[in-house]
């Protein structure tokens, strides 16, 4: 007997390939998966302290009311225009799931986050991939090119270039596209402004945040998406019913809370993203302005692939896109600063 | 401007709905999601209060690889014929999104566990829905009514009846069945046998467990799945890059450890089945032989709805499932010994 047969889709696409996890992270400089180099807040520990671990027991709330109440207060809207969900991921399954298919495509940015591609295989969708300009910008006739698609995805800082499409931009594009429009908002906190008010003018908008990266919490699977409420009630039919675990739910709300540390570790993060910039634009590198936790650079030989590999054999691990454009760059996420020194000394030998 | 338009089979559909998740439990009998009524292993409270909450602002582990070792293990196969998720809620999601769309079809018995039929909508795939014999028994020919869908779900024991189908019944659907067959064990701790050993003999068999009944941890989401390698790589591709919270992952290895508490909990719940199916009877029920934690049971008038909401003005919350069949019943979670007293109060002045 022989496996049963999967989908075609599913048997022909690799998968979404994430950042590498090394096992053994104490020897290593992880600058690949745009993880906060910070700790969460210790409003993460209390929590987890005053967690009465026997009611485990128990199905959690299937809708996280008690996060949609706190989040919608946060952002002005009313609690039925919040979804939660399992990381932002989650979310980008859900919304997918609502929208494409054979007959309905995505259309998103390239370079862009490259899970959207894979969730357009995973859906059997066709997906349009409109070219970014120089200096990864936006085209001037990126909707005509989207034309025809149900829903445009595209990360507002982008990734992984981190740069900010302009404002006026964005209300043109959810203004004259005719489909939903899905903004990654997974750096938005890094960023000097964001998009979360569109949801209040545009019923085709959706937002979706994570915390995975301003709260310092890849590791525990929280996101979200604001969006209309009649929106948010079709997105719900496409969640697992219990997405997220009590864990994740306690600890989230707890770490919600604290605005103040979220500040704090959010100013330190920009301020080492400016000294990396700057450091590696005195070294000869041509780097992308970055609204992110991160940086997109070129290092001077154009050689993206060569830079990452040297890096390898430092123990400094950063992320490298292949590709006629990316494969010029590598993406270093913004580390401590002791993190970014060793970084600069690679750098130096690199150059030397 | 309006709402943009979902897919026409998620804007049709109206949602899987999860068994109710009461507020304020204390006042409350809840028997109506198959909870276990004990806490999970003492080991889940070391487990989190070892658990160094500073390093989640890391990505976890995208397979939990310790979990698949330990649970690969404890079943005689090999760490890549598992995969974990975040509940086996996610396993059904994966398995549906890489066997069934609208040219591939579902197959499940009625009833059954009804997400089944909401994932089949999800997909915008066919199913076909095959009646069950009298006792809730697989008619001889349910894989020439199965024909032509590229896999059958069901669930053994199955959910809501109770019933085991025999293993001799099982081995011969898995042979003749020209597709996948997806058995899920949600229950099968509390059974007095099980389906696992298939996955080493018939290339075609997913098999699904959950930590959120017999190991008390509905709050956690934890789940797997087995199956040959080649088919577990397909499965893999359609998870979500990080389905399993860092928490998730580290309860749930600390529970899954421990075996004794599982056989103890496991063994109280089976005795208080039996003293609820039998107290039942002997009060006028009409009980189908159970092999989970719950009971479905037909109360002397036959009137499942009349019963389930006489239950509610005293504060006890079972499950009722509308339908010809199903509609003469109640679901009823085994509970605490207290809370099976205060049910057979209820029963008595039911029927008097």
New interface residues.
């Given amino acids: 007997?022989?496996?049963?047969?999967?989908?075609k889709n599913?048997?022909g696409?690799?998968?979404?390939v994430?950042?590498e996890?090394p096992k053994g992270?104490s020897r290593i400089i992880?600058l690949n998966?745009n993880?906060?180099?910070?700790?969460?807040s210790p409003e993460?520990?209390k929590a987890?302290e005053n967690?009465d671990?026997?009611?485990?027991?128990?199905?959690?709330?299937?809708v996280g009311q008690a996060l949609r109440e706190e989040i919608a207060a946060y952002h002005g809207v009313s609690p039925d225009m919040i979804i939660c969900a399992?990381?932002s991921?989650?979310i980008l399954?859900i919304v997918s799931?609502?929208?494409?298919?054979p007959d309905?495509a995505l259309a998103c940015p390239d370079p862009t986050y490259s899970?959207y591609v894979s969730l357009a295989s995973?859906q059997?969708a066709p997906c349009i991939r409109i070219p970014l300009l120089d200096g990864f910008e936006l085209p001037d006739d990126f909707e005509e090119q989207a034309k025809g698609a149900?829903?445009i995805m595209l990360a507002r800082p982008n990734a992984p270039t981190g740069n900010l499409y302009p404002m006026e931009r964005m209300e043109r594009l959810c203004e004259n596209f005719d489909?939903?429009v899905f903004i990654d908002e997974a750096y938005a906190d890094f960023s000097e402004n964001n998009c979360a008010e569109f949801v209040k003018k545009?019923?085709?908008v959706i937002i979706s945040r994570t915390f995975?990266k301003s709260r310092?919490?890849?590791?525990?699977?929280f996101g979200y998406a604001i969006a209309?409420p009649?929106?948010i009630a079709?997105l719900?039919?496409?969640k697992?019913?219990?997405?997220?675990?009590?864990?994740?739910q306690a600890?989230a709300l707890a770490v919600f809370r604290d605005h103040d540390y979220l500040a704090k570790t959010v100013q330190a993060v920009k301020d080492s993203r400016e000294a990396l910039a700057k450091g590696l634009q005195e070294a000869g590198f041509k780097t992308v302005p970055s609204e992110t936790n991160f940086v997109f650079a070129m290092p001077p030989d154009g050689d993206g692939e060569r830079f990452f590999r040297f890096l390898r054999t430092k123990n400094i691990i950063v992320r490298y896109f292949p590709g006629a454009v990316t494969g010029k760059y590598v993406r270093i996420t913004v580390g401590l600063p002791e993190e970014m020194d060793a970084l600069f000394d690679a750098v130096k030998e690199y150059l030397a």
Same sequence: chains 1, 2.
């Avoid at 310092?216 to 699977?221: I, N, Q, T, Y």
Wanted: proline share 10%; aromatic share 10%.
């Fill in positions: 007997m022989k496996i049963p047969e999967v989908r599913i048997n696409m690799s998968g979404y994430p950042g996890q992270l992880k998966t993880e906060n180099p910070y700790p969460p993460a520990k987890l967690f671990w026997q009611r485990l027991n128990r199905y959690p709330d299937p399992n990381g991921d989650d399954t799931r609502c929208f494409i298919d309905h899970l995973l059997d149900s829903i489909g939903a545009y019923p085709n995975s310092s919490l890849a590791g525990l699977r209309q009649e929106l079709q719900m039919k496409a697992d019913s219990y997405n997220i675990s009590m864990l994740t600890v």
